[in-house]
């Protein structure tokens, strides 16, 4: 059974960092892109970085490029995290790992075949 369980969510103040991880069971990560979505209400979910576990390729949107980092964690080997920095009230939203399909390095994950159920970021003063 393929599951992805997000956690590390919580409240931050602008210009803080917070480091969200994505445990993965029922699959081999090795041979499956992994991402990080956000949405807030009643906006469309935005795709934010991806991370090509076979290669190591990873795409990040222009929207957190530079501030926002994806990795493997080198301790846990079926997690995958997602480390934020220099983080701004607009960065407030549920924050969402998936597994997909495929990879692209112009436009990173497509083909979200599973979700995890996401994990509140609050960034507020």
């Known amino acids: 059974q393929v599951q992805l369980v997000e956690s590390g969510g919580g409240l931050v103040q602008p210009g803080g960092s917070l480091r969200l991880s994505c445990a993965t069971s029922?699959?081999?990560?090795?041979?499956?892109?992994i991402g990080w979505f956000r949405q807030v209400p009643g906006k469309e979910r935005e795709g934010l970085t991806c991370l090509d576990t076979s290669t190591g390729h990873t795409y990040y949107s222009h929207s957190v490029k530079g501030r926002f980092t994806i990795a493997r964690d080198n301790a846990r080997k079926d997690t995958v995290f997602l480390q934020m920095d220099s983080l701004k009230p607009d960065d407030t939203a549920v924050y969402y790992c998936?597994?997909?399909?495929?990879?692209?390095?112009?436009?990173?994950?497509?083909?979200?075949?599973?979700w995890g159920q996401g994990t509140q970021v609050t960034v507020s003063s």
């Open positions: 998936a597994r997909a399909t495929g990879y692209s390095d112009t436009s990173g994950c497509y083909s979200v075949d599973h």
């Open positions: 029922g699959f081999n990560l090795d041979l499956w892109p």
